[in-house]
């Protein structure tokens, strides 16, 4: 029986970075080029076809030549969009509508006198970003252990999801968080911001974990979202992540006859393409067919 290799739908760009990918290119096109603060997304491969049209990433916004600069579909907080007009710089943002959904909800929280928690990775542009909206103390953490520090807890506690994080440790997160707070008089509020497209794209890609040997995920070194897809599938199944097809090992995949591919959502459909390929080369090497 020859080898069966498997994609998980969905797979490639999610909407919020096709959506930014178009602002970006229109824009480049328009104007001969453009700056971007920091990766408009987590893609090599995508950064270099932006550069060959004239974008040129600025990690600082000290480093912003131009009188224009697109942000990421991460966002960015308040304080640094103002800045930027402040300096007369155009902002163009392609910050995605569901991380605009956790912003919003950070900032609602904080008006309302709740101490902003963002289950997240604190050193993510758009955890940074979310916590900015809530504009004042917040916490950014994937675990509860900031709660020994708060003794006794505030009264009022938000939280919000980075949109790329797993639901069911989201959900472990507040259980334990609620019982925490559920002796102490709190007024607890949760909103569930993880994005759809992750949600839907994480549970087919553990779906396909569990009928297939190995698990292939698909996505730039950078990118949050297939790290924590990698993860997920990682329990279920054995699991490699590749950026490219290039770093497939033939040694991966002696002895599997089910293999699924699933791409982050920052992930052309091109590079997923390359990888199934790849792997029907390398199962037919081994005299299988793919
Ligand atoms: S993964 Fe979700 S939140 Fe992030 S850019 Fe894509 S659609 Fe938006």
Redesign the pocket.
């Known amino acids: 029986m020859g080898v069966k290799i498997e994609k998980a739908a969905p797979s490639g760009f ?4 096709g959506r930014a990918l178009e602002i970006v290119t229109r824009v480049a096109r328009e104007r001969g080029g453009v700056e971007m603060l920091g990766a408009v997304v987590h893609n090599a491969r995508v950064m270099a076809e932006l550069e060959a049209l004239g974008c040129r990433v600025v990690t600082s916004p000290a480093d912003i030549r131009g009188g224009a600069v697109v942000t990421s ?1 991460h966002g960015v907080s308040p304080e640094l969009e103002d800045e930027l007009k402040r300096r007369g710089i155009e902002v163009i943002s392609t910050t ?1 509508p ?2 605009r959904r956790a912003q919003t909800a950070a900032r609602e929280l904080a008006r309302k006198g709740f101490l902003v928690v963002v289950y997240g990775e604190a050193a993510h542009p758009e955890v940074k970003g979310i916590l900015g909206w809530a504009g004042g103390p917040g916490i950014a953490t994937l675990d509860t252990g900031f709660l020994a520090s708060l003794q006794p807890l505030p009264r009022r506690i938000g939280v919000v999801s980075q ?2 994080q797993v639901p069911a440790q989201f959900q472990r997160f507040i259980k334990k968080l609620v019982s925490a707070a559920f002796t102490q008089n709190s007024d607890f509020r949760l909103l569930d911001t993880i ?1 759809h ?2 949600r839907e794209r994480q549970a087919q890609a553990a779906r396909l974990a569990t009928r297939v040997d190995l698990m292939l995920i698909v996505g730039g070194r950078e990118s949050a ?1 297939t790290r924590h897809l990698a993860r997920l599938v990682a329990r279920i199944t054995p699991t490699h992540r590749v950026a490219s097809a290039g770093e497939i090992s033939q040694s991966w995949l002696a002895g599997k006859q089910r293999i699924g591919v699933v791409g982050g ?1 920052s992930t052309p459909e091109s590079a997923l393409e390359e990888v199934l390929s790849r792997l029907k080369e390398l199962t037919s090497d081994h005299g299988q067919s793919g």
Do not use: K, P
């Open positions: 999610c909407s919020g970075v579909a995605c569901f991380v949109t790329t994005c497209d992750i979202n959502a």
